[in-house]
């Protein structure tokens, strides 16, 4: 039993090892979509990012809040060895918000859209319930 523990253990540290090196990739393909845009103005109306650029950086944004808050919600599964409801719901918050931003709505499926935003409603409410069932146990004890 011992040594599953290790084991685990060691998973968990190396999972965070290659979200941490995940998360450095990430900011520096951010950093090199900055400066590539800052170079290549293309688009006389906007000074810095044109839409084009825009939707390059946004995805590389989303994504290294959504490594971060998975090494926040493995950090608390190692430490307490329970799954907060709030870490995943928020993680799954910020991929929709992501898809959303990336989508192109408007010339795609209406139901794609529905079902977007039906996700964002159902995790929203998940999430509104959860905090507050969370505030109510703290205030109660």
Avoid: C, W
């Amino acid at each position: 039993m011992n040594r599953l523990k290790n084991a685990e253990k060691y998973v968990f540290y190396l999972l965070i090892y290659f979200l941490y090196t995940f998360i450095a990739l990430e900011i520096i393909e951010l950093l090199y979509a900055f400066i590539k845009a800052l170079i290549d103005v293309s688009d006389e109306d906007r000074l810095f990012l044109d839409s084009h650029q825009t939707a390059a950086v946004i995805p590389v944004f989303f994504m290294i809040l959504i490594a971060l808050e998975m090494i926040d919600t493995l950090r608390m599964y190692m430490k307490d060895h329970t799954l907060q409801a709030q870490g995943i719901l928020v993680i799954g918050l910020i991929a929709v918000a992501r898809k959303v931003l990336i989508a192109d709505l408007a010339h795609g499926d209406p139901m794609i859209s529905f079902g977007l935003s039906s996700l964002v409603l159902t995790l929203a409410i998940a999430y509104y319930l959860v905090r507050k069932a969370g505030q109510q146990k703290a205030s109660s004890e």
